[in-house]
């Protein structure tokens, strides 16, 4: 079963931007796009980089080594020479806390 990690206040993450965190032991890269939160794996899945060392544009983030792009909502690879998407966990707001699910 999934295991939900407190990683902070929604305020920790400002719109826009991407900030690591570690949650079940992994490496998660966290973003807010308007009033939503997404978490991703904080790991290219084209070489050792991390996303959260990135760029946020238009929804999708940018691997800092090679320009691959992902979409922060799912995780899927959409540009560059990335091929394989990255793990997308889910995000939820309890209590005014952000909890992000990890297997
Ligand atoms: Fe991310 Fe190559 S390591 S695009």
């Known amino acids: 079963p999934a295991a939900w990690t407190d990683v902070g206040e929604p305020d920790d993450f400002p719109d826009g931007a991407v900030w690591p965190v570690v949650a079940g032991g992994m490496p998660i890269a966290m973003f807010r796009q308007g009033e939503s939160l997404h978490a991703l794996h904080d790991l290219c899945t084209h070489g050792n980089a991390r996303l959260s060392d990135g760029y946020v544009e238009n929804g999708r983030i940018e691997c800092p080594l090679h320009q691959g792009l992902f979409d922060i909502c799912t995780g899927a690879a959409c540009g560059g020479p990335v091929t394989e998407a990255v793990r ?10 952000v909890e992000v699910a990890t297997p």
């Not at 997308?88 to 806390?97: A, N, T």
């Open 88 to 97: 997308s966990y889910p995000v939820r707001v309890r209590d005014g806390r």
